[in-house]
């Protein structure tokens, strides 16, 4: 494998606005970094069992196939059955955790009723910290445009040329 | 009858945890007791091998770049049923378990506050696809009053406890009376070990590689070099002093496929050959796992772990508390962090009242302490009269598993008859009863005997 400097690839932002983010703009920004944590693949294409070449990585449109179902484990004992419908149901129909969620009515239940939607942990009672988006180390002040925290001059020069308002939108 | 074997799966979203009980008296010939398989509980296409792996056939992988993977599960829950059952089909198969589900009972676990929809899909494919002959479904720290965790002070399990579980999609705390989960106390972290291993990933591909498409290495990466620091800003401070020389950084040497060698943290005064190619591991090693302490360094607007448990603490009955405080246990792999239990020691020191001890019991494998404990539930004479059979579920459809398993759903709230009562016995025993007094030292590490794989 070849990884590749990360740094040099990275896309430069001439573009400048001056004023100061506004909060809820961090907030999605932030928001949107959480989801790509939540990620299984930094890209995203699903797989068949079509093992030949880049066939093997089809689009989202594509009609679903059932990988289950065209397995062969070269079990004797494995018996060729027919799939009840709520079962082939499941297998052909995926949804998605909201859409689940959704039908599931858990946000319906009586408020003494404790849920997944409940159950978070309380909000943090210790006022954030402030750490250099760039190195990890103690970031002492806020880009102007991006309010990102950085620590020296260095980082924030890292900053201004890499990552500054690439998360913005 | 109840069939004499049952397949445990601890049903984990990364990895499924394995086995076959045979009953109290019955012979593991095959396996010795309590053993299990670690089976990826993913599809996992490798461009390197132009070949997809499903769950246990992870292990023929040859090139670990650039894998994908497809998880059946989704934020912690049981979403993609294709995925599942195909990774499940092999667990049964003569490659795994090999067993003939449909004269066998299973234990499963399943995620802590499961959604009904879901729980009904399990059903469905426990007894129409698969005809187990029964089953029974709980959460992993629904087991561990069965297992060992908990037992070295006594024969049995205190009857108030906390488990802090700590997996791969979140962090739960879960509070435990008389076997019965309090669901009104149990309070979820949403850092587990994916969004450590994404972090990671970011962390390293912005400061030094591009390695956002290697989840697998990244995973190892954490594994073998993230610890749980007690001086956050001390150990900054070194990291910054002197980079790349100091007594944190760790060389990991990522790994060469066409040689077949395996990433590692490189040996003092190692040798790298031409070839190698190192990842600086400075800050990362500790500023990854602080997320389970500090949600809010990524801007996570949860509490930490610590504080999480004593607001999980904080409501359950008051009088109960003590207990609690002495009997906190900890399972699930993102506990494994070096340093883990020493920051969670005393950051839960300084929230436990001045009346009470604190105590923490770790499992000597916290990934598979659900599964021991499940195999000693599944030994328990009692265990076949917490099964649903298949004969009930074609009589009433997922009514009978609804009626049978204890979930949130039927949860009592605090002030219940239920716990009353065992507020009264608690008064008059002497197990676990919570001392009025300081006394010194105020932590005591147990180590449960836990079985290694
Ligand atoms: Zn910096
Ligand atoms: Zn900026």
């Not at chain 2, 670690?38 to 992988?61: M, W």
């Not at chain 2, 450590?196 to 591909?205: A, D, F, P, R, Y």
């Not at chain 2, 990291?239 to 990991?252: G, L, Q, T, W």
């Given at each position: 494998m070849a990884p590749k400097r990360a740094r040099e690839q990275a896309p430069r932002h001439v573009n400048a606005t001056k004023q100061t983010l506004a909060p809820d703009i961090i907030t999605k920004r932030t928001k949107r970094h959480l989801e790509e944590l939540e990620r299984s693949n930094y890209t995203e294409p699903s797989i068949t069992l079509d093992d030949d070449g880049e066939g093997a990585i089809s689009g989202k449109n594509r009609v679903r196939q059932i990988v289950s179902d065209k397995r062969y484990l070269n079990d004797p004992n494995a018996k060729k059955k027919k799939s009840s419908m709520k079962v082939r149901t499941a297998l052909l129909y995926r949804k998605n955790l909201a859409t689940l969620i959704e039908e599931s009515r858990i946000a319906h239940l009586p408020c003494h009723v404790p849920t997944y939607l409940t159950a978070a942990a309380p909000p943090p009672h210790l006022p954030p910290r402030l750490l250099c988006s760039v190195c990890g180390y103690k970031g002492a002040y806020k880009c102007k445009k991006c309010a990102m925290p950085y620590c020296d001059m260095n980082c924030e020069s890292v900053h201004a040329e890499t990552r500054c308002e690439r998360r913005v939108i | 009858m109840q069939p004499q074997t049952t397949v445990i799966l601890d049903n984990g979203a990364s990895s499924i945890k394995a086995g076959?009980?045979?009953?109290?008296?019955?012979?593991?010939?095959?396996?010795?007791?309590?053993?299990?398989?670690?089976?990826?509980?993913?599809?996992?296409?490798?461009?390197?091998?132009?070949?997809?792996?499903?769950?246990?056939?992870?292990?023929?992988?040859?090139?670990?770049?650039?894998?994908?993977?497809?998880?059946?599960?989704?934020?912690?829950?049981?979403?993609?049923?294709?995925?599942?059952k195909a990774v499940w089909d092999g667990v049964f198969s003569s490659e795994v378990l090999n067993v003939d589900t449909a004269e066998s009972s299973l234990l499963i676990t399943e995620p802590y506050f499961n959604l009904p929809n879901i729980q009904d899909v399990y059903d469905q494919f426990v007894f129409e696809e698969y005809e187990f002959h029964s089953y029974h479904r709980c959460t992993p720290a629904a087991t561990i009053p069965f297992g060992r965790l908990f037992q070295t002070g006594g024969p049995s399990p205190p009857e108030?406890?906390?488990?802090?579980?700590?997996?791969?999609?979140?962090?739960?705390?879960?509070?435990?009376?008389?076997?019965?989960?309090?669901?009104?106390?149990?309070?979820?972290?949403?850092?587990?070990?994916?969004?450590?291993?994404?972090?990671?990933?970011?962390?390293?591909?912005?400061?030094?590689?591009?390695?956002?498409?290697?989840?697998?290495?990244?995973?190892?990466?954490?594994?073998?070099?993230?610890?749980?620091?007690?001086?956050?800003?001390?150990?900054?401070?070194?990291?910054?002093?002197?980079?790349?020389?100091?007594?944190?950084?760790?060389?990991?040497?990522?790994?060469?496929?066409?040689i077949n060698s395996h990433g590692r943290?490189?040996?003092?005064?190692?040798?790298?050959?031409?070839?190698?190619?190192?990842?600086?591991?400075?800050?990362?090693?500790?500023?990854?796992?602080?997320?389970?302490?500090?949600?809010?360094?990524?801007?996570?607007?949860?509490?930490?772990?610590?504080?999480?448990?004593?607001?999980?603490?904080?409501?359950?009955?008051?009088?109960?508390?003590?207990?609690?405080?002495?009997?906190?246990?900890?399972?699930?792999?993102?506990?494994?962090?070096?340093g883990f239990y020493e920051r969670l020691s005393s950051e839960l020191l300084s929230l436990t009242p001045v009346e009470y001890d604190l105590q923490i019991y770790r499992s000597e494998d916290a990934m598979t302490e659900a599964y021991r404990s499940a195999f000693a539930f599944a030994n328990d004479?009692?265990?076949?009269?917490?099964?649903?059979?298949?004969?009930?579920?074609?009589?009433?459809?997922?009514?009978?598993?609804?009626?049978?398993?204890?979930?949130?759903?039927?949860?009592?709230?605090?002030?219940?008859?239920?716990?009353?009562?065992i507020t009264q016995e608690s008064m008059t025993e002497d197990r676990g009863q919570p001392s009025r007094k300081p006394s010194r030292p105020r932590v005591r590490t147990i180590t449960a005997p836990g079985r290694r794989r």
């Open positions: - | 076959l009980a045979r009953g109290p008296e019955g012979d593991d010939d095959d396996q010795p007791k309590g053993n299990s398989r670690l089976v990826p509980n993913a599809i996992v296409r490798s461009k390197g091998d132009k070949t997809t792996y499903f769950g246990h056939q992870l292990e023929r992988c040859r090139d670990y770049s650039a894998l994908h993977y497809r998880l059946p599960f989704e934020k912690g829950y049981l979403v993609d049923w294709d995925a599942q108030c406890l906390v488990v802090i579980d700590s997996g791969f999609s979140f962090t739960h705390v879960v509070p435990i009376i008389n076997n019965q989960i309090q669901w009104y106390a149990v309070k979820r972290l949403d850092v587990g070990g994916k969004l450590l291993t994404n972090q990671l990933k970011e962390l390293v591909s912005y400061r030094q590689w591009n390695m956002m498409d290697e989840t697998y290495i990244m995973n190892h990466a954490k594994e073998t070099c993230c610890y749980v620091s007690t001086r956050f800003f001390e150990d900054l401070e070194t990291c910054r002093s002197n980079p790349k020389k100091n007594s944190i950084v760790r060389e990991y040497v990522l790994p060469n496929f066409s943290v490189r040996l003092p005064n190692e040798e790298l050959s031409a070839t190698d190619q190192v990842l600086h591991m400075e800050n990362e090693r500790f500023t990854i796992p602080e997320l389970l302490f500090r949600p809010d360094d990524i801007g996570l607007e949860q509490s930490g772990l610590a504080a999480t448990v004593a607001a999980s603490i904080s409501l359950l009955p008051h009088d109960l508390r003590g207990m609690f405080w002495a009997n906190i246990g900890l399972i699930g792999g993102s506990t494994n962090f070096p004479p009692a265990f076949p009269t917490h099964v649903v059979t298949r004969e009930e579920y074609l009589e009433v459809g997922s009514n009978a598993s609804r009626r049978k398993f204890p979930g949130w759903q039927s949860s009592s709230a605090p002030g219940d008859a239920e716990i009353s009562k």
